[in-house]
C-alpha cells in the first residue's frame, strides 16, 4: 500500500468531504495561501476559494463562535485552532456553547462542528505551544474527542468527525505531522468508538494514544527481547471510549501500563486506570502503572524538555515493574 | 413607518402586550417558586425586541441573550412550549433541560438564549456567513446587553463579521445596567454605538423605547445587510424597569431615572398611544388585544402546569447518549 | 464555639488580611454595592472604598489579567469569577500565563493571586451555570486548588491562600453559603495540603471534598444504623493533595470511595482512585469506587438535575458494594 | 526631540543598533540550529521598542510580546542573559526554562515576553492598577502586534484600562502582518489607532521607523497618564522585515512593499542620517559603535556557548515544588 504523510492523509481526507459536501468548510489563521502552520491545507485556498477557506483574524472565541453558528445553520464546518493551547481562548465557545446546545436546546439544535488542533511537546516550543490538553474535553459531556496517531487512522477519522452531528475535538499531534504510514487510495472512514489493537501481546497491556502509540512500540520492541509480549490498545477515540477492548485485553493479560503524554495529575491515564479497577478489580495480577508526563509547565531547554515527557524506556521500566519473567 | 400596513401595526402593538403580560406573569410564578433558576424579565424593553423582530422575516435568524422572552416571542414563539420549559416540563422548548436561559427553536430560525453574557455573539457571525454562503439574502439579528459590549467576544465577533461583509445586524440593548453595573462606568465611551467604527461599519444609537425607530433602524441596517454591505451596530437606549432578576431589589438605582423611564419612556404604553392618535386603535380594541392575550398566558400557564415533568428514567436512558 | 455562615467566614477572611496587609485588594463583577452575587462581600465598598474593592465590567480574562499584572508588580489581589462557568473565558490568563509565569520565567516573577470562584448544581441554574470545573486545574501545573467544605475551613484556607506566593484557584459551592459552622474568633490558618478527617471509622475510607462533604457525614450516619463505620477524609486542597492521609487511611480500612460531584469522566476522583490504585493496591481488599456525576450537562428540571448529582444514597449503595457485613 | 540631549540620541542609536546587530546574529545561530524553537525576529521594528523605552523611566513597567527582544535590550537587558537564554542555558534569564518568548526581569520592570498573542494586554491592565495604587506617577508600556489587536482581550483590556484611568500606554507595532495575514485585511477599520475612540481615550497613528516621532508620542502619553489622565493607544506603523520567524520565506507578502520599507524606511539608518546631519555624531562614531556592540553580542554568543546546560537532577526537584 502506499504510504503518506499524516499532514497529507489530513488533507485527503478535507477534500474528498470537501467534495462530496458543499456544507463542509474550513476556517482558521493562517490556513489561506499559508496553508496552516503544519501545511496540512496546502493549496487548498486555490482549490476551493476563500469563501470556502476562510482565513481569519486572531480570534479563537470567534473562530469557534463561526463554526457552532454555521453548524447551527446547516453547516459542516472544520474550525481550526492553530494549538490547543490557544483552546483556552476559547472553552466558553468550546464547553459552553458548542459541547451543551443540543442537550440545553432538549435536541431542538445540533452542532456538526469539527474543531482540528495540535498538541504535545518536543519543538522547544515551550510551555505555551506544548501542552497536552486533552483532558479537559474528555471531561465535558457532549464533546467528542479523537486522538489518531497514524496517517491511516487520521484520515478515516477525520472523515467520520466531518460526518458526525455532533462537536467533535480533534486532536493532532506536532510531532507527527510528517511520518509516514499506509493509507489505501480507496475511500474509508472509520467508526469513532473502535480501538485498534496496534500490536498483540500475552503479557502486558499498554493503553497509548496519539504520539505515545509510537513510543510504547519502541518499547514493545524493547521488551520483546526479554521475552515480554505486549499488547498495545490505541482507543483512538478518547470518547467515546472502547472500554470493552482494554477490559478484554486486561482480562487476558492481568497487567496495564497506562501511557499519556500529558502531565500524569488529572490526565486520561488516570481515568483509565480508575475504569479499569472499578470494572476489572479481579483480574488484575498487579497494580495498574501510569506513565504519563510531569507535573511541570514543559520547559524550553531541549533535556529538560524531553525529561518532561514519557518515553520509550519510561513505558519500558514500568512494564518491568509489573511483569516478572 | 409610514410605509406599513395598520394590520401590522396592530400585529406589533399585540406582541408588545404580549410580551409585557407574559414577563409580569412569569415574575408571579416565580415569586411562587414555579419557576426557578434564574429568571431575566425584559420588562420595559419590549419595543426593541418587537421593532426588530418585525423588520426582518420569518427566515431570518436571531440570536439572542440571558433575557431573551421577549425575543422568542416577537419572532412567533408558541407561549405554552414557553411556559412549559419555564416550569420545567417535558413539554417545554428544551424538555425542561435548559429553563429560561436556553430556548431555541430552529424552525423559527431562533438560534437560542444563552446563560453567558455575550456567549452568543461569536454564534452570530457563524450563522452570518451561512446566510452569506447560503447567498439568498438572508440576515441575522443579534441580541446583546450594555455589559456583554465589554466583552472581549464583542469586539472579535464585530471585526470578523465586518472583515467578511457579513450580513449581520448588532443591537446592543443598552438598559443602563449589568447586573449593578452602571453602562455609564462600564463602557469607557460615551455609547456603545459609537464603538462601530472601531469595526469600519455604520453605527446607529436609537431610542429603544420607541418602536418605531427600532423598526426603521433595523430595516435599514438588514436592507444594507442584504445588498452585501456588510454588518451594522445599532445601541437601542432603553432601561431595565427591575432589578436583574425577581429577588433583586435594585437599590443601587437611581429612584427618579426609574420613575422616568416607567412614566415618560414606557414602550408599551407609548406605542399605544400612537396608534390611537393614527386612529388605528381604539380603547375597545386594547381590552380586546388584552383579554386575547390574557387567555393565551393563562392558557400556557394551564398547559404547563397540566404537563409531565420529564421522566428520571427516560434521562438516564438519553445521558448514555450524550 | 460561635457559629457563623460560610460567606461570612470568607468576609472575615477577606477583611483580616485586607486590615493586616494594604496590598491586599478585591476584583470581580458587581463585588461593590452588590456585595458579590452570593454577598460574601457584603459591605466593603464602602469600608475599604472602590480603590481596594474594584467594580470591574463584564470582562473575565482581564480580570484575571488585572489580577495576574498586579500580582507581578507587589499587590496581592483576590479576583472573582462570578461562576467557574465563566473561568472559560479566563483560562489562557489562568493557565498560560498565571499558572506558568513562575517556571518559566526562571523564577523571576512570580505571581500572588487568589482566583475566587463558585461551582456545583442544586439552584436550578442549569448546564452554564452549574458545573464542577476542578478538575481542569488540578490538571495544570503551577496552580494550587482549594475547595473547603466549611466555614472553619474556608476562613482559614482564604487566608494561607491570601498569603500564598503562587497563584491558588480558590473553589466555592454554591449551596453551602448559608451554611453555619463553627469558627473561632481568635485568628488562625489551616495550610495547604492538609486533609482534614471529617469523620473517623473503620470499614471504608470515603474521599470528599467540598459540599460532597456533607453528603458523605449523611451516608455516614445512614451506615452507622447497618454497624458500618465510615472514616470520611477531605483533603481540603486538592493540590497540594495529602495523598498520605488517604492511603494511611485506606491502608487501616482496606475500602476506598471516592465522591465527587463533578462529571465522572476525567474527573479527580479518577486521579484518586488510580494514585491509591498504584500506591496501595496491596492493601486494597476490594475495588475502589467512584459516586460522582452523570455525564451529562446540568438539567435545568428539579428533578433530573437532582439525579445528575451525587447523594447520600449513592453513597450508601457504593460503600454496601464493598463492604459486606 | 528638541530638548533631548546629545548623549540620550547617542545611546538611542546604539540601542537600535544593538537590537539590529542582536537580531542578524540570532537569526543566524536560528539557522545553525544553536538557537531552536520559536525566534520571532524585531528586524525592521527596531525605532518602536528604542523610541518608547527611551521616553519613560527605569521605574516603568514594559510588557511585551513574542516578538519581545527589541523591548527588552532597549529596556536595558543584559545580553548575555539573553543569549544565554535562547541557547536553552542555565544561566539565561528563564533557567533556560522559557527560551525566546518568556523573557522577563524584575528589576528592569519587564513583565515578561509572551507566546499568546495580546497574552500580555490584560495583564498591562494589572500592572496599570498597581501603579495608580502606588500613586508615584509610574506607567506602564504594553507592547501588542496588529494581530493581537483583533483578539478579546485587547478590548477588555483597553476599556478597563479606560474606565479605571490606569497609566498605561498601549502600542500597536502595526508591522503589517499576523504571520501570514496582512492587516488590511484583518483589521475592520482604517487604523488600529482609530480604536481608541471606543475606549474613550487619545489615539495616535505614526511612523514606527521613525524614532523621534515615537519617543515623542510615548513621552505625552506618558506625561498624561502620570497625570492621572488614564491611557493611551499609539499605533506605531512598521514593517516586519522577514517572515513570522526565521524558517518561513513569507511568500505572501508584496515584494516592491519589503524593499520599499528596506530601503527607504530602515529605522536604524534613517536615525543614524538624521544625528549625522545634526553633526552629532560621524562615521568614524558609528563605527566604533558598531564594533562594541559587535563585540558585545560576540561576547554574549561566547557566554552562552560556555554556560552549562541545566542540570537535570535539579529539574527533577524543582518539579516537585510546582
Ligand atoms: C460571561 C458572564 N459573566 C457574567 C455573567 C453573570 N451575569 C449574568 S447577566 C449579567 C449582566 C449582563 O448585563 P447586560 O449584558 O447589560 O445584559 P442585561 O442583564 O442588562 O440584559 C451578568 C454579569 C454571565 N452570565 N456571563
Ligand atoms: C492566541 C494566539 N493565537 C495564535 C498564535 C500564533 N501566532 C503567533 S505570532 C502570530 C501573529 C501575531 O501577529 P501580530 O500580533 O501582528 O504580531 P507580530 O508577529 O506581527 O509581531 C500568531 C498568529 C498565538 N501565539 N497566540
Ligand atoms: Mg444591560
Ligand atoms: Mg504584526
Redesign the interface.
Known sequence: MREIEYREAIREAVIEEMDSDEKVFLIGEDIGVYGGAFRAYKGLIDKYGPERVINTPISEAAIIGAGIGAALTGYRPIAEIMFIDFTTLTMDQIVNQAAKIRYMTGDSLNVPLVIRTQGGAGRGVAAQHSQSLEAWFYHVPGLKVVMPATSYDVKGLLKTAIRDDNPVMFIEHKMIYLNKGPVPEEEYTIPFGKADIKREGEDVTIFAYSNMVFKSLEAAGELQKDGISCEIIDPRTLVPLDIEAIISSVKKTGRLVVVSEACRRGSVASDISAMVTEEAFDFLDAPIKIVAGLNTPIPYNSTLEQASIPHAADIVKAVKEIVKK | MTNISKEAKIEMLKKLIEIRRFEEKTVQLYQTAKI???LHPSLGQEAIAVGACSAITGDD?I?STHRGHGHCIAKGANLNLMMA?LL??AT????????S??????ELKM??A??????G???????????K??GNGKV?ICFFGD??S???????????A???KLPVIYICENNLY????CSR??????NVG??A?????PGYIIDGNDLTEVYETVKKAADDARKGNGPSLIEAQTYRWGGHHPNDPG??KDKEEADYYKKEKDPVVNFKKKLMAEGIITDRDIDKFEDEIKKMIDDSVKFAEESP??E?DK??EE?KQ?
Chains 1, 3 share one sequence.
Do not use: Q
Open positions: 426557578w433558576g434564574y435568524y440570536v420549559e420545567g416540563k417545554g422548548y428544551c424538555k425542561g433541560r435548559g429553563g436561559m436556553h430556548i431555541a427553536d430552529t438560534l437560542g444563552n446563560g453567558i453574557v455575550g456567549g455573539i461569536p454564534i452570530s457571525v457563524g450563522a452570518g456567513f451561512s446566510c454562503m447560503d441575522v455589559g456583554a465589554n466583552n472581549g467576544v464583542f469586539h472579535e465577533s464585530l471585526n470578523m465586518s472583515v467578511f449589568a447586573i449593578s453595573m462606568e462600564s463602557v469607557a465611551c460615551k459609537d464603538r467604527s472601531s469595526y469600519g461599519m437599590a443601587y415533568e420529564p428520571l434521562f438516564l445521558v450524550i
